[in-house]
C-alpha cells in the first residue's frame, strides 16, 4: 500500500533561517504529490503540488521537487517566518484513487 | 467565494447524546471525507462518499455515521456509540485528480 514518511517534529528555528522538512513515500503507480499547511484552529490549506518526476512545485517562497530515483519530496524555504510557524502534511495520491495518503504532519516554529 | 462552510465550530456533547456535524460545499465536487484529528496526531479518514447516496467506511468509522443525500452535503453524526468523541473533525473535498480541499473544522469536546 502507500505510505508517507515524514520528520518528527517540533522542528524549531530562529527567524530567516533556512527550512527543511523531509517527506518521503512508497507508493504504486504514478502518484500526485502535495504539501498542506495547518495554522492553529484551522483546516488544512494545499501551500504546493507536483504532479510527476522532476516537477517542482512553489508557493510562497516554499519549494518541493518531486524525487522519483529517491521518493521523496522534500519542503524547503530560503528564509522563514515567525508567520509561517504552522504544521506541515505531506501528502500523495495515488493515479485514480479518490483516498489520498498524508503523513503525520511536522510542527514548524519560528523564533523572532 | 467557492468553499467549504463546516458548522458548527465548536460543539458540546452530553453523555448518551448524538451529534450531527455539517459539511457543506459549493464547489462541485463530487468526493467528500471526513477526518479526526487528535492533538498532535495526523488525519485519520472516519468516511468518504465518492456520488450521491453511495459512502465508504474509512479506517475508524465505528459510532459514526453519515448520509449523502445531496451532491453539497455531507453531514457526519457522531453517536452515543463513539467512547472517546473528543476531537477535532475536518471535512474535505475533492474533484477528480484533483488535491483536497478543506472546511475550517469542527472541535468537538465532551461536557
Known amino acids: 500500500g502507500n505510505s508517507v514518511t515524514q520528520m518528527e517534529g517540533p522542528v524549531t528555528l530562529s527567524e530567516e533561517a533556512f527550512l527543511t522538512i523531509n517527506c518521503t513515500y512508497t507508493a504504486t503507480g504514478y502518484p500526485s504529490l502535495f504539501w498542506y499547511v495547518q495554522y492553529p484552529g484551522e483546516g488544512l490549506q494545499l501551500l504546493l503540488k507536483?504532479?510527476?518526476?522532476?516537477d517542482k512545485g512553489s508557493n510562497k517562497g516554499f519549494e518541493a521537487t518531486y524525487r522519483k530515483e529517491t521518493t521523496s519530496f522534500h519542503l524547503e524555504k530560503g528564509s522563514v517566518q515567525v508567520s509561517d510557524s504552522a504544521v506541515y502534511f505531506c501528502?500523495?495520491?495515488?493515479?485514480?484513487?479518490?483516498?489520498?495518503?498524508f503523513g503525520r504532519g511536522t510542527s514548524l516554529i519560528v523564533h523572532p | 467565494d467557492g468553499g467549504i462552510t463546516q458548522s458548527p465550530k465548536y460543539l458540546f456533547r452530553k453523555e448518551g447524546q448524538n451529534v450531527t456535524l455539517s459539511c457543506e460545499q459549493n464547489?462541485?465536487?463530487?468526493?467528500m471525507y471526513w477526518y479526526r484529528q487528535d492533538p498532535g496526531q495526523g488525519l485519520r479518514l472516519i468516511y468518504y462518499?465518492?456520488?450521491?447516496?453511495?459512502?465508504q467506511k474509512g479506517d475508524i468509522a465505528e459510532g459514526y455515521s453519515v448520509s449523502r443525500e445531496k451532491k453539497e452535503s455531507f453531514p457526519l453524526t457522531v453517536t452515543s456509540a463513539q467512547k472517546n468523541p473528543t476531537a477535532f473533525y475536518l471535512c474535505a473535498t475533492t474533484g477528480f485528480n484533483q488535491p483536497q480541499h478543506f472546511g475550517d473544522g469542527t472541535r468537538l469536546s465532551i461536557l
Open positions: 462518499s465518492q456520488i450521491v447516496n453511495d459512502f
Open positions: 464547489l462541485n465536487h463530487d468526493a
Open positions: 507536483a504532479t510527476k518526476a522532476d
Open positions: 501528502a500523495l495520491r495515488s493515479g485514480g484513487s479518490y483516498i489520498p495518503t
